[in-house]
């Protein structure tokens, strides 16, 4: 299939070789999938599994195998996370993916074209969701994989990722470079690397947008809200909904609001700061580890999203993560990772500066699922009750 790419910010278009390139524009942004959603609806999706189902908005077909499994994740009406004044919240559970998060969607599509173009090998920079679906989608299409990590990943989080046979190198040095070099030797070596902000990727993460403004049809949800590292997920959402409302599938994009970790964040500081461009920062330690991103690569594209649909950037504090991931848990019965919680940390705040008012419908992306984050100390308060005091314990429950 002949693709062409195009750069969101000046306009301009390219040819799009086998997935192996560097794909970024002359003036420095993110290139993307051209995509034509003119007479696009919802009567013409298909009936297809999970991200398929959007066939007519995607530049592949399944490949089948776990691809299928990718997607079609519940979004759930969550009364018992509302918030006081009024605002009504829906959780899209992406822990429901094959490897757990949203990163299975980027990676059918990216494993997907791989095969068409005959693409030997792919890879990514990862050390963690990125890193495990990757190589799950790889292992189910019969295709190589090569994973770069740093050196001083945890062990039980490198044992998640190799139980699907991708080769793995450590990486020593600043793995902050690893980005720039393993596009520059993917070209060389033939590896596509599906990175954060691949264009492929990105057009698979879209759909997360897809299902949930078909939830809602003929109606949009007032806004939405997802963590942001690097600004490939938020490309995504925001790709969609600029694609739906040219169709006229929607009459209102969602406001979009994405969520940072205040130890580290470039792109709710740039919002802020009403800048133009994402400048990295020194990053600082963080619970939400996975999306301590201190140079984003598209991070300029969710800071225009953000503001081209009357969203904002916002950054939350380690501690209103931690109390909004057992908030999830002990409210609704869901158990995300870390970086997931910040969603509902932001709804928080925005609801309390009065950015989310009350009747609206706002969707919390859960990106990922927390079932795969160590929770130390978590039972540490457990208590032991002998079998002949069952009775009388609970008696006092």
């Known amino acids: 299939m002949a693709l ?24 420095g942004e993110h290139l993307w999938v051209r995509t034509d959603p003119r007479g696009f609806d919802w009567n013409s999706t298909v009936d297809a599994p999970g991200v398929w189902r959007y066939g007519a908005l995607l530049p592949a077909a399944s490949p089948g195998g776990v691809a299928d499994a990718a997607g079609g994740t519940p979004l759930v009406r969550t009364p018992s996370l509302d918030d006081p004044g009024g605002v009504r919240v829906h959780v899209k559970d992406e822990g429901e993916n094959p490897t757990g998060s949203f990163k299975d969607r980027g990676s059918a599509l990216g494993v997907a074209l791989a ?13 963690g969701n990125m890193a495990m679906s ?7 299409a019969g295709l190589d994989c090569v994973v770069l990590v740093p050196d001083d990943i945890p062990a039980e989080r490198l044992g998640i990722i190799a139980q699907y046979g991708p080769t793995v190198l450590r990486v020593e040095g600043d793995y902050g470079r690893l980005y720039e070099e393993s596009l520059r030797l993917g070209e060389e070596r033939g590896v596509a690397f599906l990175n ?8 698979g993460q879209k759909t997360t947008m897809l299902e949930i403004c078909e939830a809602f049809a003929p109606e949009a949800p007032d806004a939405v809200i997802v963590p942001v590292s690097s600004g490939g997920h938020a490309s995504g959402v925001w790709k969609a909904a600029r694609e739906l409302a040219a169709a006229g599938a929607i009459d209102r994009a969602p406001r979009l609001y994405f969520a940072q970790a205040a130890a580290c964040a470039p792109i709710a500081e740039a919002f802020e700061a009403g800048a133009n ?84 419908d706002v969707v919390l ?33």
């Open 4 to 27: 062409e790419l195009t750069c969101c910010d000046c306009g301009r278009t390219a040819p799009a070789a086998p997935p192996v390139a560097d794909y970024r524009c002359e003036c």
């Open 115 to 127: 095969l068409e173009t005959g693409v030997e090998t792919v890879g990514t920079v990862s050390h």
């Open 134 to 140: 990757t190589a799950a989608h790889a292992a189910s």
């Open 196 to 203: 954060s902000d691949a264009p492929l990727r990105v057009e």
């Open 277 to 360: 461009e994402v400048k990295p920062v020194d990053a600082g330690e963080t619970v939400a580890y996975s999306i301590a991103n201190a140079d984003p690569p598209s991070g300029r594209r969710a800071l225009v999203a953000a503001r081209e649909t009357g969203g904002a950037v916002v950054a939350v504090t380690d501690g209103e993560i931690l109390d909004a991931r057992d908030e999830f848990a002990r409210a609704a019965g869901f158990c995300v990772e870390t970086s997931s919680a910040t969603a509902l940390a932001a709804a928080r705040k925005l609801a309390s500066e009065g950015e989310l008012g009350a009747d609206e």
């Open 365 to 397: 992306v859960a990106t990922g699922s927390g079932f795969k984050e160590a929770r130390t100390g978590a039972g540490d308060e457990t208590e032991t009750v002998a079998l002949s005091d069952l009775d009388e314990r609970l008696a006092k429950r």
